[in-house]
């Protein structure tokens, strides 16, 4: 059993961001550590969705230190996956810095959520990709294929800013997402550019990807990986039966534990909830209740999976429900725009969706009144000159 390094959640500020993207650097020169996994939002501050350009070449700079050590350490890395508004920026960094001629041929992963049903595009998007670069230099990637675990925030963002929290809101389409990402991944065709790392405890899941990879002749294709401290046993007995396992393990220096504190209540929360595989494998066995209970979800998983909407729910649209209810004199208040839309990005760069008009209007009931006193609108970055004029 390998055991790679995970370093750093986010942060609040460039001073943190600095400090942890030179205890990376300096991890890495340990004899002992092969492969770390890092989160974008761990060594840079503040990324900004609105400026995605931006945010990449930000991101890019420290990355590209990052791939050079791991070159000259012989580090594998590994860019882990939070929030839902980094999913684009970790994907476009990775595919920018592996493209580069420095790093044209190495070694790299990245992870996917399945409980987003973006990652299923992100997928389709990273292969076609990864393929033009092995036709290119012969390298490959690793896609490290994951459920997700940061799902109370994207709904309380989602409530806050009067939009559909981005995972799916069952853990049955959970289950069926991830199904339908292995399935799709485990293939002979797309095997010597890509290893697939099914990141999971349950053994049912675990069971599938390895008897897809032996009837596809993919073995070498498939990593199989868990947590350090989470069903050990499992671990050993996973090692066991296919050779190996792949153990991720926090990391955290002594005064920063409380802050680290957040993590282990999040591993205990997953742990304990109901539906969770590991609260029933304390008691499974072959044909008991609780061993039949988790069968049928995966056999019900493997169904749905060819089903399942792998459409961005983000992106649906939303506003129809709050515009039919405001026609019943039902007030609900209008959603933010998404930052993270391409669309909406594109026309803050232009100027069309905020300055589009000279003088921005007050409207009330759908009318617009321009005749009112107005005030003029300045633009700090450019030594104060007048960009709009509003009422």
């Known amino acids: 059993m390998s055991i790679p390094y995970t370093l750093g959640c986010t942060i609040g500020g460039e001073e943190e961001a600095n400090k942890r993207f030179n205890e990376i650097l300096s991890v890495m020169e340990l004899e002992e550590v092969t492969y770390i996994s890092v989160k974008i939002s761990a060594i840079v501050s503040q990324l900004q969705e609105a400026d995605h350009d931006g945010s990449v070449s930000r991101v890019a700079e420290k990355l590209r230190k990052i791939y050079s050590k791991a070159q000259e350490e012989n580090v594998f890395v590994n860019l882990d996956m939070e929030e839902y508004r980094d999913l684009q920026v970790t994907i476009d960094v990775f595919k920018k810095l592996l493209d580069e001629e420095s790093f044209e041929k190495l070694y790299a992963g990245i992870v996917l959520q399945a409980y987003l049903p973006d990652s299923h595009a992100a997928f389709e998007d990273l292969i076609a990709w990864a393929k033009r670069r092995h036709e290119k230099t012969g390298a490959k990637i690793k896609i490290r294929i994951v459920k997700g675990a940061n799902l109370a925030m994207e709904k309380t963002e989602g409530e806050l800013n009067g939009w559909k929290a981005a995972p799916y809101e069952s853990k049955e389409e959970v289950d069926a997402s991830y199904a339908r990402l292995i399935n799709t991944a485990i293939d002979s065709k797309i095997k010597d550019f890509l290893t697939i790392g099914v990141a999971s405890h349950n053994l049912f899941h675990i069971a599938f990807a390895q008897t897809l990879a032996q009837m596809r002749g993919c073995k070498e294709q498939v990593e199989i990986e868990m947590l350090e401290g989470m069903a050990n046993p499992e671990a050993l007995a996973v090692k066991e039966r296919f050779g190996s396992v792949l153990l991720y393990s926090p990391v955290t220096s002594d005064e920063e534990f409380p802050a680290a504190v957040a993590y282990l209540v999040r591993r205990l929360d997953e742990n304990t909830s109901e539906e969770n595989y590991l609260r029933a494998s304390f008691d499974i066995a072959p044909g008991n209740k609780q061993f039949n209970q ?97 009422n």
Request: aromatic letters at 10%; charged letters at 30%; glycine letters at 6%.
């Open 294 to 390: 988790q069968a049928k979800r995966f056999i019900d998983s493997i169904h749905m999976s060819h089903v399942v909407n792998t459409d961005s729910r983000r992106r649906a649209v939303q506003n129809d429900t709050r515009e039919n209810a405001f026609k019943e004199n039902i007030f609900n208040n209008q959603a933010n725009k998404d930052l993270t839309d391409p669309k909406f990005i594109e026309l803050i760069k232009n100027k069309e969706y905020v300055f589009g008009k000279t003088l921005i209007p007050v409207v009330v009931s759908g009318r617009e009144y321009l005749n009112l006193e107005h005030k003029n609108g300045l633009e700090p970055g450019k030594n104060g000159q007048t960009l709009y004029s509003y």
